[in-house]
């Protein structure tokens, strides 16, 4: 294997064996097919913020990111998060100059 770079090994397809090219292709599908699952599942939580909004009115940004402090269970980190920023703002963009 050659070297480029920081030396990383570099492949070459002439160096992959057919075993090794029957892994590569494997990998690549195997990827494909993630990929178009991670799709889906974006469009299904787009479609479900989009009708919570529509349904109930409520923000598109609230409701991704109640749904982000729930999925992750760090409520408690966001609020604190939040209030330093708030402080942090209100010191610092309020002071008079």
């Known amino acids: 294997m ?8 570099t492949v ?7 075993e090794d090219r029957k892994k590569l292709r494997g990998a690549i599908n195997e990827l494909n ?7 889906a599942e974006r469009d299904l939580q ?3 913020i989009n009708d919570v909004f529509d349904q109930l009115g409520v923000d598109k940004k609230i409701v991704r ?3 982000k402090a729930y999925y992750q269970a760090n409520y408690n ?9 708030e402080e942090f703002y209100d010191t610092i963009m309020k002071e008079v100059p």
């Open 46 to 48: 787009k479609q479900t």
């Open 2 to 9: 050659a070297t480029i770079g920081h030396n990383h090994p």
């Open 77 to 85: 980190s966001e609020v604190e998060d939040n209030r330093n920023f």
């Open 65 to 67: 990111r109640m749904a």
């Open 12 to 18: 070459t397809i002439n160096s992959l064996s057919a």
């Open 33 to 39: 097919d993630s990929m178009t699952r991670v799709a």
